[in-house]
């Protein structure tokens, strides 16, 4: 099973009563260990969880703090990308390597680097003296 599989799999359990767009993530630890996250939306629209950020939440409860992988997937006509609030938390976890796969459930995909989604990122470096 690919990280694509596993992020269409948990796609299935979005909560999206409000805007249809169900999106399911999988990203894959420095560990080895695969952790996914699908978006969670409230009736306080657009208050959310992003799928990035629930599989992010559910590496860092696990106690990992690094992201060697990442898969997105939804129903839209192009591959979805991670908005910009998901790529800052990739940053925090990840390198600027870091492959990201987006997808949609029409099998059209692309994979980028981090570093291509999020160039000039904001890092831990901007906060040393």
Known sequence: MTLLDDAARVRANAHAPYSGFKVGAALRAGSG??????????????????AEAGAIAAMVAAGETEIAEMAVIAD???PVTPCGGCRQKLAE?????????????????ITMTLAELLPGAFGATHMKD
């Open 33 to 50: 260990q695969v952790y996914v996250g699908c978006n969670v939306e409230n009736v306080a629209y657009p208050e959310g969880t992003c």
């Open 93 to 109: 976890f990840g390198h600027p390597n870091l492959p990201v796969t987006m997808a949609t459930t029409r099998g059209a995909r």
């Open 76 to 78: 839209c006509p192009d």
